[in-house]
Each structure stands twice: as structure tokens, then as C-alpha cells.
């Protein structure tokens, strides 16, 4: 009985590498074509601007006299 669990143990242990090893080729075959698809675009500057997101630009009121007057 013991042969037998750690056969199973091994087994799975070989099935689960082997579906690693399937996703990481699956994710590398995405990555590439998505690579091939975009313009001249360097794969720094894609990595910099993807992970920042982006906001309308508002340009902010300068405050009045009677504020800086005050100070505060």
C-alpha cells in the first residue's frame, strides 16, 4: 500500500509539471504573438506605460489674493 501512494504521489507530481510546463508554453506562444502584432513600439517603453494608468489632466486653480494674504 505504501508503493502505491507514493507511486500516486509521483505521478501527480509529474502531471502537474507537466501542465506548467503546457501553460508557460501556451503564455509564450500569447506573449509572442502579441509582440508581432504592435508597431514600432520598443518592449520597454510597453512594459514602463502599461502598468501606469491614465488620468485627464486638470489644470488646477490658482488660489485668490485674499488666500495668500491669510496664509492659509
Do not use: W, Y
Request: proline residues 3%; without cysteine.
Amino acid at each position: 500500500m505504501a508503493k502505491s501512494k507514493q507511486q500516486k504521489k509521483k505521478d501527480r507530481e509529474k502531471r502537474v509539471a507537466k501542465q506548467k510546463l503546457a501553460n508557460a508554453a501556451k503564455r509564450r506562444e500569447v506573449a509572442n504573438k502579441t509582440d508581432d502584432t504592435t508597431s514600432g513600439i520598443p518592449r520597454g517603453t510597453k512594459v514602463i506605460t502599461a502598468g501606469v494608468k491614465q488620468k485627464a489632466q486638470v489644470q488646477s486653480q490658482k488660489p485668490t489674493v485674499a488666500h495668500r494674504r491669510t496664509g492659509g
